[in-house]
Structures are given as C-alpha cells and as structure tokens.
C-alpha cells in the first residue's frame, strides 16, 4: 500500500497545516491520521489488522464532531480511509457499498448545517468535498489493491514455475536413480536365485555368486551417490569457507589467506586438493591452529598437530592420488615437516606447487590395551539396520553391542546407564533426532564418544555435529567393515570423518543461523512458538525473532514455509 500511502498523505498533511485554526485542532486530526495509515501500514490481502473496528469507530466519532464543530473539513479523510480499506475486503458489490459509504460520509458531514446557519460555502465544504474525497480515496486503494493481486498473483506464478522445476528435476533425478537401482536389483535377484539353488550343490560358486553381488551392490551404491552429488562443482572459493567453517566448529583457529592475483579461476585440482586435506586434518591430526593460503595457482596449509606417522615424509593418504593429476597438470604436491612451531607459508617455485605441512609427532595415538571389547550402543530407528549392524559389529570378536534403542530418547537412558565406549547413533530419527539426543547425553557425560550414521549429509549438518563435540561422521551406506574400523579409530582418540559425508556437506549457501536452523526444525516438528521456547529454553519473544529473521531471509511468509524452504534446500 506504498502507492496509497504516497498519493494520500501529502494532502493529508496540506489540509491540516490550512484548514486547523489551533494546536489541540490539529492534534486531533493528526491522531485520527496516524490511526489510518497505521491501518494502512498493516492492511495485507488476506485480510486487515483487528485494530481496524477500533480505529473506524474513533475516526468517525472524529468526522461527527468535527462537522458538528466545524473545526476542519478534512476531518473526514481518515475515517474514509479506514472504511473504504474494510470495504474493499467485501466479495462482492464492492463499487455500491463505496458510493453508499461515501454518501454516509457526507451525510455525516451534513450535520454541520444542524448547528450553523446554512450555506454554500459551508455545504460545500462538509458534504460536497467529503463525498469526492470519500470516492478519490476509494479509487487510490481499489487501485493499489488490483496492483497487490497482479504482483501476488506473478510471485505465485513464479513460485508455481520453481516447484514445476523441482518436480521436472525430480521426475529426472527419479528416473535416472530407476535406472541405476533397477538394473541393479533386477540383477541382484537373478544372482541371488542362482546362488540359492547352488549352496548345498556347489558352495564355492555360490560363494563366488554372492561377492559379484556385493560388488553389484558396491557399484550402484557408488552410482547412485555420483548421481546425488553430481551437481555440486568444486570451487575452492567454496572449499576454503567449507573448510573454514568445519575447523572452526571443532575448535581450530583457522588464519585465512586468499591472493586473488589477475582474478585468474583457480584450477579445480586446488578445490579437491583443499578438501583432501581438511579431511585429513580433522582425521589425523590433532593441530590447534591451521594456516590455509590460497591463490588461482596455488595452495599452502601449515597446521601444528601432531601425527602417529613415523618420521620422514608422512602417509598422504587421500592426497597420494591426486598427486599424479597434479603433476600431470604441470603441478607439484609436497608433504614437508617444519620442526618446533606452528610454519608459516612460504613461495613456492613456478608450476603450482601444493605444500602440506605438519608438525612432527610428539604423542602417538592410543590404541586399545588388553583383551577387552569395545562396548557401544547402536541407536537406529530402522529396524532392520540396525539388527544387522548388531549382528556383523561384533563379528571379529573386538566389538561387543551392550543396547539397541530405536529411537533418540532411549538412546538418551541406555547411553547415560550403559556408559558405553562409543555410541553409533542414526542422525535422523522420528521425536528426539542424533543430534537433540547427543546434546543430552554430553551434557551429562561430556567425554561420551560418538560416531553419527547418516543417509542425507545435508549442509550445515556436520558443523552443527562438531559443534557439539561428535568425533566421527560416516555415511550409514558404509559397509560394516569400514564402521568396525572407525569404532576403533574413534575408541583410540582419533576423529574421523568420512569421504562422501564431507562432499555431501561441502556446499554450504545456507544463510540461516544455527539458532534459525533450531527453531525452523522445531516448526517442522509441528511445535507453537511456546513450545518451541520450552524446548530451546528460550523465551518465546526470542523465538519469534529468529523465526522473523528466518521468514526475512527464506522470503517466506509463514515460518512453516520457511522451515518447508529450508528442509527443500537441504538446510535442515
């Protein structure tokens, strides 16, 4: 209602300056005014504030006894506003109802020729002027009120040509993953009948059978995270706040260094580069400070943890693949120990030469003493995972499972009770979630060591996860094998984060807060704002604020279409 407010109020302001002959006069015009565009201000349409009957009421006691008076002649200029913007939000019949309102208006203003003598001059200005003043500011808020709809009704079409887009990308998405997994599972079950009807007939075929069908199913697990991911492009602009964010979250002072140089784009090896090492700082090392400088052709991170590798040139691990692709390219990648302190950067020769360095080990990591298993608790609310996970954990005899909640309450009582070395827990479960559950029991065990599984490593996820202190993160599609192996990477002290969970969560433009994130996530969860400030302990005026802020950034109306936006968007 800007165009409303913009064509009204200046001759609102004239007609008072011209037509008050003392203070209180204009006060009283003024207040009805401010009434007016107050209603103005909030009317929507979807309908008008509840203020709306208060302010008609005062404005046309305001008209009366100004006519009765004779005190002003715009006296009317605010009732009309706040009656016509009632009228507009009629279904139908809307131009009679106008004309009668405006002839009530001046009906009103006839009043004056009750108390004074009459005249042209005084009928012209408290009948005539009101009912065309009544009828010009009709025409100005009908006007502004068609504009609203044809602007509503364009974002609407533009929000319907965005979901026609999501579900176009879906249908695709959907019958590229048909593709992958159909092939597969058709495959999968042909194999399996072969092997079933050669078990007791020939054994070592049917053994052979059944790896060729986990390699199927290796294969379309691979498959299908490439399809997942495919359209996240590296970009080492994106990897350096990625990993910047991800260190931070666990407690590492991060120093910052970017040379944009000639604005040259950076090579993609940079990007990959960048996120191999990350992960293997959070994996294996233990530094305190991290020191990342970047330039489109070159890239230096120097940390001062320390490392269990024996002297010399230590494992690159991830990065030993990419440093044939970096030479390739003309490129070099080194792994170089400073001894004593933190080592700051330094230039390298030409060819885009990659320094890695770390300080040399002065602890190892802790292994597992003694012949004792390592006693976890296995939180999942799928049934059949989770038995199955219970029951090929504990096949090498190192792991033993000591409860099976199923869901994040119960893994709640059973960790606090249990006291287990590690707790592997499902990130996303119906109530109580992994991460609401982790927050409770660190809160009374802090040193409780956790290894979150998860389907969907949405981004913002795994920071909010390091953030409360989780040490390892792998992706639940992990053979048992793999998890078996991070248990005891976890039990030893080491933290460890899986390859596929990092790349999923890398590309992080969500520009919600995590409080924002909380609060959106309760929404979804079907909780009022006062439940929500129970839940959070926050008060619920805190509460409205971050949803406010929330709908203000998601350009949402509603905070259930902002928390719908955000879970879309894959920031829930």
Not at 279 to 296: D, E, F, G, M, Q
Request: aromatic share 4%; proline share 6%; charged share 20%.
């Amino acid at each position: 209602m800007i165009s409303a407010v913009a064509a009204i109020a200046p001759l609102c302001i004239v007609g008072v300056a011209l037509t008050a002959t003392s203070w209180w006069e204009g006060l009283i015009i003024a207040t009805g005014l401010l009434l007016a565009l107050g209603v103005l201000r909030e009317w929507n349409l979807d309908g008008y504030p509840r203020r709306a009957v208060f302010a008609l009421m005062f404005t046309g006691a305001n008209w009366l006894v100004g006519a009765l008076t004779t005190s002003s002649p715009i006296n009317f200029v605010p009732f009309a506003l706040v009656g016509v913007l009632l009228l507009a939000r009629l279904p139908n019949r809307k131009l009679l109802s106008v004309v009668a309102f405006s002839l009530g208006v001046a009906l009103m203003g006839a009043t004056a020729l009750l108390t004074h003598p009459p005249a042209w001059s005084l009928a012209s200005a408290y009948v005539v002027l009101p009912a065309v003043g009544t009828l010009f500011v009709a025409c100005v808020i009908i006007a502004s009120e068609q504009a609203w709809l044809i602007v509503r009704r364009l974002k609407r079409a533009q929000g319907t040509e965005a979901e026609l887009a999501t579900a176009r990308e879906r249908v695709r998405f959907a019958g590229d993953l048909h593709d992958i997994q159909g092939h597969s599972l058709h495959v999968i079950k042909l194999k399996t009948a072969h092997a079933q009807t050669m078990v007791r007939t020939d054994p070592d075929r049917a053994d052979a059978e059944l790896v060729e069908i986990r390699q199927l199913v290796d294969d379309a697990i691979a498959k299908t995270r490439e399809l997942a991911y495919a359209r996240h492009e590296l970009n080492l602009a994106t990897e350096l706040e990625n990993a910047t964010r991800i260190c931070e979250a666990t407690g590492i002072a991060v120093e910052a260094h970017h040379d944009p140089g000639n604005r040259a784009v950076a090579h993609p090896l940079l990007a990959q580069v960048l996120r191999e090492a990350t992960t293997n700082l959070l994996r294996h090392a233990r530094p305190t400070i991290v020191s990342i400088t970047t330039s489109p052709t070159r890239l230096e991170i120097a940390n001062d943890g320390v490392t269990a590798e024996p002297a010399g040139e230590p494992d690159l691990r991830g990065l030993a693949r990419l440093r044939d692709r970096v030479e390739t390219t003309g490129g070099s990648l080194r792994i170089t120990r400073t001894p004593g302190h933190f080592a700051s950067p330094r230039t390298s020769p030409p060819g885009a030469p990659l320094t890695h360095r770390c300080r040399p080990p002065t602890t190892t990591g802790g292994v597992m003493t003694g012949d004792d298993p390592i006693r976890i608790v296995l939180a999942d609310d799928e049934n059949l995972l989770r038995a199955a996970l219970a029951s090929l954990l504990p096949l090498d005899g190192t792991i033993t499972v000591v409860a099976q909640p199923e869901n994040g309450a119960d893994a709640v009582d059973v960790t606090l009770r249990h006291r287990p070395d590690v707790l592997v827990i499902d990130l996303e479960m119906p109530g109580m979630n992994g991460l609401e559950a982790v927050t409770a029991i660190t809160d009374e065990r802090p040193g409780q060591t956790v290894l979150m599984l998860t389907r969907h490593a949405r981004p913002g996820v795994l920071r909010r996860a390091l953030k409360l202190g989780v040490q390892g993160f792998m992706s639940k599609s992990a053979d048992p094998e793999e998890i078996v192996g991070v248990v005891h990477e976890l039990h030893a002290g080491r933290r460890w984060i899986a390859y596929e969970v990092l790349e999923a969560s890398v590309v992080d433009d969500c520009p919600l807060t995590d409080r924002e994130l909380d609060t959106l996530l309760e929404t979804r969860e079907g909780y009022s704002v006062r439940h929500i400030a129970r839940r959070l302990h926050l008060a619920p005026g805190t509460v409205r604020n971050y949803l406010s802020s929330a709908m203000q950034k998601t350009g949402t109306r509603t905070r259930h279409d902002a928390a719908r936006l955000a879970r879309e968007r894959g920031w829930l």
